[in-house]
């Protein structure tokens, strides 16, 4: 009977942590949508490019302690405002795999961002071009201990971001675009991201 009880009570608990995870992502993921809409439908309008790239971010730092490189993709919007300088607003995602030494289970990700100023040197056919911004970082992980214990949570922090990158044009429509960023977390901490993707002129 004891072990009875015992089994029910597990999963009971195995129940609602099931629950309150599937709680705590809907509720996350009605953030996003919002935020995204706020973002993308007017950088869509007023946009003279659209680059979609995937690639990696590297941690460095404390991170190199908890997570590891993970694949990202992204989608960054330009607007002209100068000759050679373009503003860009930059929203990506990546899940980070964990090291499994503290956690045995459960998964994180990064939402990013970005905002900045994005200066381009060269011809028609080639481009050369670097950038600077600050971006919302917003860190998310879902997981179980080995300790059989929940340690989710999410935090949004502030930092800086600079990159350097280059495009070739394919057609007057299409571009190759290559791009690795450092970004600086107000916190602490850092890590570098690369992209390779196709630029949209419209």
């Known amino acids: 009977m004891v072990c009875d009880r015992s089994g029910k009570r597990k999963q009971h608990n195995q129940n609602y942590i099931t629950f309150h995870k599937l709680k705590q992502k809907m509720k996350t993921l009605k953030i996003y949508t919002l935020t995204l809409m706020l973002i993308l439908f007017p950088a869509a309008i007023f946009s003279q490019a659209i680059t979609l790239s995937g690639g990696a971010n590297l941690p460095m730092g404390n ?17 002209p ?54 971006g919302a970082y917003d860190f998310t992980v879902m997981a179980d201990s080995n300790l059989n214990l929940v340690t989710d949570f999410s935090r949004v922090q502030f930092g800086f971001n600079a990159g350097l990158g280059a495009g070739v044009m394919i057609t007057e429509l299409y571009d190759i675009v290559m791009m690795i960023r450092y970004n600086q977390i107000f916190s602490g901490q850092k890590f570098f991201n690369s992209q390779f993707g196709i630029r949209f002129n419209l």
């Open 63 to 79: 991170l190199e302690n908890n997570i590891k490189s993970g694949g990202s993709g992204a989608i960054e919007f330009y607007y």
């Open 81 to 134: 405002i100068g000759k050679g300088f373009n503003a860009f607003a930059n929203v990506s995602y990546t899940g980070l795999p964990l090291i499994q030494d503290t956690l045995s289970t459960g998964q994180s990700y990064q939402i990013n961002g970005l905002l900045g100023i994005k200066y381009v040197l060269g011809t028609k056919l080639i481009d050369i071009n670097a950038d600077a911004g600050f």
